[in-house]
């Protein structure tokens, strides 16, 4: 299943076999891509705007902030950190399960070489089964 996830997320077997729908994609994802990061003009001169009137009306500085070292009308830095910060939270469950499997297996592969097999290839009891009494000696 990994290989067939590796094969088919490769772009190049995509342009193979079918070359032109494979540019047209991704002209379009090019597109959306910079449509979402680059502001429209609107919004450039609205955010002008609104720094012209926070030059002008400044706010009272509060520092009474109830524990929450954060202020709530701060934003993300930009689009692609707020965009990363998004993924990596929808990719966490992901990442740990696959971090987990991989120690879970390289745990299980030290305790099968740790255990001595015999000559049949069967790992050895924890314990000697009991000598065998005879009855008819006592």
Same mark, same amino acid.
């Given at each position: *299943?990994?290989?067939?996830?590796?094969? /088919?997320?490769?772009?190049?077997?995509?342009?193979?076999?079918?070359?032109?729908?494979?540019?047209?994609?991704?002209?379009?994802?090019?597109?959306?891509?910079?449509?979402?990061?680059?502001?429209?003009?609107?919004?450039?001169?609205?955010?002008?705007l609104r720094k012209?009137?926070?030059?002008?009306?400044?706010?009272?500085?509060?520092?009474?902030?109830? /524990?929450?070292?954060?202020?709530?009308?701060?934003?993300?830095?930009?689009? *692609?950190? /707020?965009?990363? /910060?998004? *993924?990596?939270?929808?990719?966490?469950?992901?990442? *740990?399960?696959?971090?987990?499997?991989?120690?879970?297996?390289?745990?299980?592969?030290?305790?099968?070489?740790?255990?001595?097999?015999?000559?049949?290839?069967?790992?050895?009891?924890?314990?000697?089964?009991?000598?065998?009494?005879?009855?008819?000696?006592?």
């Open positions: *299943m990994k290989h067939d996830l590796a094969t /088919g997320a490769d772009p190049r077997a995509w342009v193979q076999v079918a070359p032109w729908t494979t540019l047209a994609g991704a002209a379009i994802a090019g597109f959306v891509a910079a449509s979402l990061a680059v502001p429209s003009k609107e919004q450039q001169a609205i955010k002008r012209l009137e926070e030059a002008l009306n400044p706010r009272p500085h509060n520092d009474a902030r109830n /524990g929450d070292d954060r202020r709530h009308d701060e934003r993300p830095a930009s689009f *692609m950190s /707020g965009f990363a /910060g998004s *993924m990596l939270k929808a990719l966490q469950p992901v990442l *740990m399960s696959a971090i987990s499997a991989a120690v879970g297996a390289k745990v299980a592969d030290n305790d099968q070489s740790a255990a001595p097999a015999d000559a049949n290839g069967a790992a050895p009891a924890s314990t000697p089964p009991p000598a065998a009494s005879d009855a008819s000696a006592i």
